[in-house]
């Protein structure tokens, strides 16, 4: 996300790498390639001259301080104008109402259906008794996917699939809901290929019905400047509350994020971050202007991790460490609690510096997949007593699991070094040592 863009701003701020001092003439080159950085990142070329002439007014002139260098210094404006540009400060959801009602549009593709999804298990989690209700009744299978993806998350679903009346089918969910004492109603409608009349005048006449606390526009940032006369185009009819961009962990230039802030003057209220159900964000634009601009993004990191350790289990697995009787089931819990935090690209872009220093390295979510397959391959018994885990045993685990005997010897090892680390540090509460990675 976003890995063109910080290239290129990296290097512009390279321009004024040993100055004392910004000035008109050292900081006007920089301007012009973070200019040009933000147009190859499909931001409207009018919003990034807005912003880099406020950039270049607001650096020229400035004394750099003796601990701050002017790099340093321009970052920091930079920072200021991105995290503005992108909204300021934070956007929470209104839920307002008994029950609080959103309505979620968009087109088909955009990710509309499986965004609804991550949103009800977010409620779920705040301990909101939430229901979906299916109002898309024109993409083949639309009901069906809701209803698999609701069972996913543990929401229910109201659906009339023999119903073709969108309008009613989302006033009949509502009445459900107030029957069901459901504290948070998400009405998932459809979608087109592109915006018609139709789909338009549809979801008009569903918000008019169902009054909704929030309104919810869902568009995929891989599409760009698109997204943004898209989203335009929407709100000029619906007059939305907010924004949702899908697929911020693909390989997106990012322009949608930075600019459709100010071209529809909405805020970007939540982004999806991967295919899995926890993979949704609240939008911070501070924290996407540190990740941009290759600071990181700790404390979202943090709360990642928050949302995927059970306290239980933490409590469970650091009694284990002091007994020194970690085995294999609690290695492969703990690999599950990992992947449920999103994909390993967009973690090591949260950790300061560390994008920088991996940029060409190509990190693969399917890393997990030998470890997963050596420790399933083992027998229950085996998986509770490493230490049984002879050389014949490993033959066969290895020809189990697809992988080969070096690979199975290289997991022991690592796992034997991690369990005399974790000893070690069993008197620190909590402390979890770093996963071993699987050699081919």
Do not use: W
Not at 126 to 142: K, S, V
């Amino acid at each position: 996300m976003f890995e063109s863009l910080s290239n290129k701003l990296e290097k512009a701020f390279k321009t004024l790498k040993g100055q004392g001092k910004i000035t008109e003439i050292n900081v006007a080159q920089t301007v012009k390639e973070i200019r040009r950085a933000l147009v190859d990142a499909d931001v409207n070329y009018k919003i990034a001259k807005q912003v880099t002439e406020k950039i270049l007014n607001e650096a020229k002139g400035k004394d750099v301080l003796i601990a701050v260098k002017p790099g340093e210094l321009l970052t920091k404006i930079v920072y200021d104008e991105l995290t503005e540009l992108m909204g300021g400060t934070v956007q929470q959801v209104k839920l307002v109402g008994d029950p609080a009602i959103i309505l979620v549009a968009g087109l088909q593709g955009s990710g509309k259906t499986t965004f609804c999804s991550k949103l009800a298990l977010l409620m779920k989690k705040q301990g909101r008794n939430t229901l979906l209700i299916a109002a898309d009744i024109y993409r083949p299978a639309a009901i069906d996917q809701l209803k698999v993806l609701g069972e996913q998350v543990g929401v229910e679903v109201y659906a009339e699939p023999d119903n073709k009346n969108a309008v009613e089918i989302a006033q009949n969910g509502l009445k459900y809901a107030k029957e069901k004492n459901k504290k948070v109603v998400i009405v998932d409608t459809a979608g087109r290929l592109a915006v018609d009349e139709q789909m338009m005048d549809e979801i008009a006449r569903i918000k008019a019905a169902v009054k909704p606390s929030e309104t919810l526009f869902v568009v995929d940032s891989m599409t760009g400047q698109d997204a943004v006369n898209t989203a335009k185009a929407f709100n000029d009819r619906l007059d939305f509350d907010g924004v949702v961009l899908t697929k911020l962990d693909g390989d997106t230039r990012g322009g949608a994020a930075l600019s459709i802030r100010s071209e529809v003057n909405k805020p970007i209220k939540y982004i999806g971050t991967g295919e899995k159900p926890e993979a949704l964000d609240l939008f911070y634009p501070d924290r996407m202007a540190q990740r941009i601009l290759g600071m990181g993004d700790v404390i979202s990191l943090v709360e990642r991790a928050q949302q995927a350790f059970d306290e239980e289990e933490s409590k469970r697995l650091t009694k284990k460490i002091r007994q020194n009787k970690f085995d294999f089931n609690d290695f492969l819990s703990q690999l599950e609690q990992v992947k449920k935090m999103g994909n390993l690209k967009d973690l090591v872009g949260m950790i300061p510096g560390a994008g920088k220093m991996l940029k060409d390295v190509e990190i693969d979510d399917n890393a997990f997949k030998p470890i997963e397959a050596i420790i399933k391959s083992m027998t229950p018994h085996e998986r509770g007593n490493p230490d049984l885990i002879n050389p014949s045993r490993r033959k066969r685990i290895a020809a189990g699991s697809g992988t080969t005997l070096v690979q199975v010897n290289n997991l022991m090892k690592q796992f034997e070094d991690m369990r005399k680390v974790m000893k070690q540090m069993s008197g620190m509460q909590g402390k979890m040592p770093s996963l071993p990675k699987a050699r081919r």
